[in-house]
């Protein structure tokens, strides 16, 4: 961690006291309009290093540890979806207090929706970075056996071990792809800082946490179509490649196409590790919207 905020010189680890959590985060002390960066499931914020230094240069960046991740509040009887909801939009009005630009990748997109449709004024852009945006979409993600496998396997591991001791385990759990079985080692074997890194996280996390993955919302609950046009900003996807193995379909695109024409579609030729894999374009993108 002090290795992290040492090559992050301008940024400070806080944290908030909300009314049912106390969210860790980090800020940088850079004038500008704030710009808040939401993580996916089992992570934190420091996966976000590879974007935080040049994008500090122009933002004030705010990055966020869900509830039941990093160092945020743990510990609770059950995670809910929507309990990530009412922390992002309690940080958003009374830590940052002023329009927001939320970047939200994978979990941190859907959270990230949601709370963007509550914020009104608050939400100054949404940029929905590689996730599901409708209910049809999101079940078919969590029926996905190599997801169900990978989640299962990481919650038995998760919070117990250092991340030098979570690291092998994590290496280790068995997935099933193509009647076959590979491991997350050799799933992500090209990768392995990314390996390094995601057990960091796993070893802060509350097991517990990962129920949200395993617990479909209705649709009420998830229906894009009304959140879309609840939310009064700007709209921003950012899509990976399905065949890289993003997870935001064509499909969900051309629908949020056919509520908000007007929404900017980036199309990048990497997976769902996006920033992980490239930040180059990624933080080009970004950057652009600073002076819009």
Same mark, same amino acid.
């Given at each position: 961690m002090g290795g992290v905020l040492t090559l992050l010189a301008n940024i400070d680890e806080k944290t908030f006291r909300g009314a049912e959590a106390t969210l860790n985060y980090a800020e940088s002390a850079t004038e500008g309009p704030p710009l808040l960066l939401l993580h996916g499931s089992s992570f934190r914020w420091q996966?976000?290093?590879?974007?935080?230094?040049?994008?500090?240069q122009?933002?004030?960046l705010y990055a966020l540890d869900f509830r039941g991740h990093g160092k945020s509040s743990q510990g609770f009887a059950t995670y809910r979806y929507q309990h990530l909801v009412d922390d992002v939009v309690e940080f958003v009005a009374e830590c940052i207090g002023k329009p927001t630009v939320i970047y939200g990748y994978s979990l941190g997109g859907a959270v990230g929706f949601a709370?963007?449709?509550?914020?009104?004024?608050l939400a100054q852009r949404m940029i929905i970075a590689d996730n599901f945006l409708y209910h049809d979409s999101m079940l078919e993600i969590q029926a996905q056996p190599l997801l169900q496998s990978m989640f299962r396997g990481v919650q038995q591991i998760a919070g117990q071990q250092t991340p030098d001791a979570t690291l092998p385990l994590l290496n280790e759990i068995k997935l099933p792809v193509n009647g076959d079985e590979i491991t997350v080692g050799d799933l992500f074997a090209g990768n392995p800082g990314f390996l390094e890194?995601?057990?960091?996280? =796993?070893? /802060?996390?509350?097991?517990?946490v990962l129920e949200i993955f395993f617990t479909p919302l209705t649709r009420e609950e998830f229906n894009g179509d009304r959140m879309l046009r609840e939310i009064s900003?700007?709209?921003?996807i950012f899509q990976?490649?399905?065949a890289l193995g993003g997870i935001m379909p064509d499909r969900d695109v051309e629908r949020v196409l056919s509520v908000r024409p007007e929404a900017a579609v980036h199309?990048?030729?990497l997976g769902h590790m996006m920033h992980m894999e490239?930040?180059?374009?990624?933080?080009? =993108?970004? /950057?652009?919207l600073r002076d819009l």
């Open positions: 996966t976000f290093s590879s974007l935080i230094p040049a994008l500090c122009r933002w004030h709370a963007a449709a509550r914020l009104g004024a890194m995601w057990a960091e996280c =796993v070893s /802060q996390l509350d097991p517990k900003c700007p709209i921003v990976a490649n399905p199309r990048f030729h490239n930040p180059e374009p990624i933080i080009s =993108v970004v /950057q652009t």
